[in-house]
């Protein structure tokens, strides 16, 4: 029975932690406006979440490795990556700095306000579930 919580669950878990790491991209993004030559990094959100699932049903073996010295080595990533692999992404130039700067600060500040709010209805969606899931449990009194 607990599996079947775990599984209700498991969604929404992912997609919080996805988020979170989301905002904190965003955030450095926005601190660095100013810095010459940065790069404006974000999550491809929706191959993130697959993947995070992927990892946390067990069907993923996890990252490659290579257990051979002549194995290829994985590519690194352009964008870098979080602490649990998932791959940071450059974001597209809407309008070049003429010191390389790429952060837009108003695709910033709209995509740091949509993740928040995601984030928020995630919360709220996930108190609702665990309130259903207890009505339940207590023979819905």
Do not use: C, W
Not at 110 to 116: K, T
């Amino acid at each position: 029975m607990l599996g079947k919580l775990d599984d209700y669950l498991r969604f929404n878990e992912a997609a919080l932690s996805l988020r979170s790491q989301r905002q904190t991209v965003l955030a450095s993004n926005i601190a660095n406006a100013d810095t010459p030559n940065y790069k404006a990094r974000d999550i491809d959100f929706s191959s993130a979440l697959q993947g995070a699932l992927a990892r946390s049903s067990g069907s993923a073996t996890g990252p490659l490795r290579t257990t051979a010295a002549k194995h290829f080595p994985t590519p690194p990533q352009p964008g870098g990556t979080l602490p649990d692999g998932t791959a940071l992404l450059y974001r597209g130039v809407v309008q070049g700095a003429v010191d390389g700067n790429t952060v837009d600060m108003d695709v910033e500040r709209n995509q740091f306000a949509d993740n928040a709010l995601r984030y928020e209805a995630g919360i709220t969606l996930i108190n609702a579930q665990i309130k259903s899931m207890m009505a339940a449990i207590q023979g819905g009194s």
